[in-house]
């Protein structure tokens, strides 16, 4: 079974400046969320969607980040304009309902 | 929003030794998940404790859980190199439809060491 799948892997950016991050979720996992890491910490959660509708954007800053998931698949997150403190690890993870979530190997964002 | 913090920080044992790590919340667990991460990379789904008093093993990895206190503790037996990295706990959150087992809260991590 092919795994949460995500690109780039590896992104600098200058401040100000705008990115975006794919994510390819496991075949028939309805649920997809949306994971900032900062250096040092754990996972918080930025958005969560089922199919393609948003279930939890509450700590998604929405003044400079989005996020669409459409057709209920791939799922594209974007930051615009990027900030210093936005340098972290984007991680994708999909889940069924009622089960763990699976994990892709995440985005490092380096803004400068 | 639900606290987890673990500890120690981080860890650095020799080899063949035991250790233990702690997750402790400040609200109510009703579950917990333990992740481990490569650095730089994504997570990896070590194990689920759903009740109060559930304990799982997996290889040399022991998880349990105790509600009462509200913690969660992971120990490794006779550790090895591959068993370096950080280790998370993550406790479910909830929406309005009731428990959503990959929205997670986690801890900030342990980076455990492990020499040869």
């Known amino acids: 079974e092919a795994g949460v799948a995500q690109s780039p892997r590896y992104k600098i950016i200058e401040k100000r400046q705008s990115v975006a991050f794919w994510c390819n979720p496991i075949s028939g996992h309805a649920t997809l969320y949306w994971y900032q890491q900062i250096l040092g910490q754990g996972p918080k959660l930025l958005i969560q969607f089922q199919n393609n509708g948003v279930v939890d954007d509450s700590q998604l800053p929405k003044d400079r980040f989005s996020a669409e998931r459409l057709k209920g698949v791939d799922s594209t997150l974007k930051i615009q304009p990027a900030k210093l403190e936005d340098s972290a690890v984007y991680l994708c993870a999909s889940s069924v309902r009622q089960s763990e979530a699976f994990f892709g190997q995440g985005t490092r964002l380096t803004v400068v | 929003s639900q606290e987890l913090e673990q500890s120690p920080q981080s860890l650095i044992v020799q080899e063949g030794k035991n250790l233990t790590i702690n997750c402790t919340s400040s609200?109510?667990?009703?579950?917990l998940y333990w992740y481990k991460q490569k650095y730089g990379e994504g997570l990896i789904f070590l194990m689920m404790?759903?009740?109060?008093?559930e304990e799982k093993s997996h290889e040399k990895i022991t998880a349990k859980l105790d509600e009462k206190k509200q913690q969660s503790s992971l120990h490794i037996t006779a550790s090895q190199p591959s068993h370096a990295g950080i280790y998370l706990c993550?406790?479910?959150?909830?929406?309005?439809?009731?428990?959503?087992?990959?929205?997670?809260?986690f801890g900030q991590g342990t980076i455990l060491t492990v020499h040869p």
């Open positions: 609200k109510t667990l009703y579950g």
């Open positions: 404790l759903q009740k109060g008093g």
């Open positions: 993550g406790a479910p959150r909830f929406n309005a439809g009731g428990t959503s087992y990959g929205k997670l809260t």
